[in-house]
């Protein structure tokens, strides 16, 4: 009985860090971890636009 289960969570175990890392390839070959530090400097050049006069958004 132990040694099913631990055999059944060494495999679980081990398709949930394939899985991980499936993602993790998909991910850098979308290019998701290409630019590190663009986005921190990219907040800084939003322009600051006055509200709209009554409060309304666009």
Do not use: H, Q
Not at 22 to 28: D, I, K, S, T, Y
Not at 49 to 55: A, I, L, V, Y
Request: hydrophobic share 45%; with cysteine; aromatic share 8%.
């Amino acid at each position: 009985m132990m040694l099913e289960s631990t055999i059944a969570l060494i495999i679980i175990s081990l398709g949930l860090g394939l899985g991980a890392w499936l993602a993790f390839v998909w991910a850098v070959k979308k290019g998701e971890f290409d630019d590190l530090e663009g986005p921190k400097y990219r907040m800084m050049n939003d322009d600051d636009e006055p509200p709209p006069p009554g409060g309304a958004c666009r």
